[in-house]
């Protein structure tokens, strides 16, 4: 076996096609995004062949190598005896998972979600919607879910949230535990932000809560991870999800894996991939703050913020004072009424610039600012990149289309 999986030399790869074995399963909308993103990164390499395996379990990926020759493979990484026997084996591997660490040998890489980040963005999506009660539920021992849940609890204690409700910690489905889950809910205060680690962790929540006789998302937004659309579409009302961003996650494995085939991948093996962001449905779509004047204020900057509002305009409609509104809003949102606009600003630029080809002089009009200096400015200052540079980075990725 170790003949067929020698790696061959930089001259001779560039005359041979690459056989890459895929052990990722499609079940689950992670697995699939996955797939997408090597795919697209594969098309940039016209002698790439790529053949799904569909299984990661050891005794499947063995036989598979004894029959053909491969000269890479990007596994789940679920099963830690392929893992360790890859490792011994000496095949340029990427593992896409964060289960399992992975050896430290040269030929061996990782990329992986930053789940840490998906909990924070989670909190900082259900905090700007206003809610002063927070509520988890995950996956007990699972370390995908022990990340996304310490960075859910970090965000908040920053927040200066003290106590985050945590419901029973395995995946709801069984009569037995769908009662507990049912009984844990209704000690809840409301109205409350429930985030859950899945989407069908989060599914299971939604059909809790309405045995429970509360209402999506009146008492109880609920927010999911991996925007898998006919598990949302399942939900009633339909689930918000952030995209954890497989399909990166899977072209950075194509990367990598070149690197790594070629002998040049360095120390840099183990790569950390942010989420992509918030898909709001009718899940979260709510206002949870209590003073009718503070909410009539975030509808009217998220409404309006990228076309000319600005906080005077906005005192005027509300024919309040600025401390007063100020204190008000800053008191049950976290932000103050310049930076809650500039939030909405930044957000909406962010999504022209991945998902349209408008120059930026352009996206400075849509986004309220008269000029693209302006915008290259507050953008660099909220992201830490240029607009042009946020761009370039976003497509080295690679696109769906």
């Not at 509104?325 to 500039?342: I, N, P």
């Not at 660099?380 to 080295?396: H, I, S």
Request: proline letters at 4%.
């Amino acid at each position: 076996m170790s003949a067929k999986t020698a790696i061959p030399s930089d001259g001779a790869a560039a005359a041979t096609q690459r056989c890459i074995g895929l052990c990722i399963g499609t079940d689950l909308r992670w697995g699939r995004g996955i797939l997408e993103g090597f795919i697209r990164f594969t098309r940039e390499r016209p002698r790439w062949q790529a053949h799904h395996l569909g299984t990661a379990h050891w005794a499947a990926i063995e036989r598979m190598l004894g029959e053909r020759h491969f000269d890479g493979l990007v596994v789940e990484g679920g099963d830690r005896q392929a893992v360790e026997a890859l490792a011994d084996l000496g095949l340029p591997t990427v593992v896409v998972a964060s289960r399992l660490t992975v050896p430290e040998r040269p030929h061996i890489g990782q990329v992986v979600s930053d789940n840490e980040a998906v909990g924070r963005m989670a909190f900082e999506h259900l905090r700007s919607l206003g809610f002063a009660h927070y509520a988890f539920c995950g996956h007990s021992g699972k370390p995908f879910s022990e990340r996304r849940w310490e960075g859910y609890r970090a965000a908040a204690a920053e927040a200066g949230i003290t106590s985050v409700y945590t419901g029973p910690g395995q995946q709801p489905g069984a009569a037995a535990h769908r009662e507990a889950i049912v009984e844990w809910l209704l000690t809840l205060p409301t109205p409350i932000a429930l985030f859950c680690a899945t989407d069908n962790i989060a599914l299971a929540a939604t059909r809790a809560i309405e045995e429970a006789g509360l209402v999506i998302p009146r008492d109880i937004a609920v927010l999911g991870v991996d925007d898998d659309h006919l598990v949302c579409m399942f939900a009633h009302p339909p689930l918000s999800s952030i995209d954890n961003n497989t399909f990166t996650i899977g072209y950075r494995a194509g990367l990598l894996l070149e690197r790594l085939m070629s002998g040049k991948a360095g120390r840099n093996r183990i790569e950390t991939v942010p989420p992509a962001g918030v898909v709001s449905r009718r899940s979260t779509d709510t206002l949870a703050v209590e003073a009718p004047h503070v909410r009539e204020a975030m509808r009217l900057i998220q409404e309006e913020a990228c076309n000319g509002l600005t906080i005077e305009r906005l005192l005027d409609r509300l024919r309040l004072s600025r401390r007063k509104l100020e204190v008000d809003y800053k008191q049950q949102t976290g932000r103050t009424l310049q930076q809650e606009l500039v939030r909405q600003q930044v957000a909406r630029a962010r999504h022209l610039l991945t998902e349209t080809d408008l120059p930026t002089v352009d996206i400075a009009v849509h986004c309220g600012f008269e000029y693209a200096s302006r915008l290259s400015t507050v953008f660099k200052r909220e992201t830490g990149l240029t607009p042009t540079a946020y761009r370039r980075q976003y497509r080295q990725t690679g696109s769906r289309d």
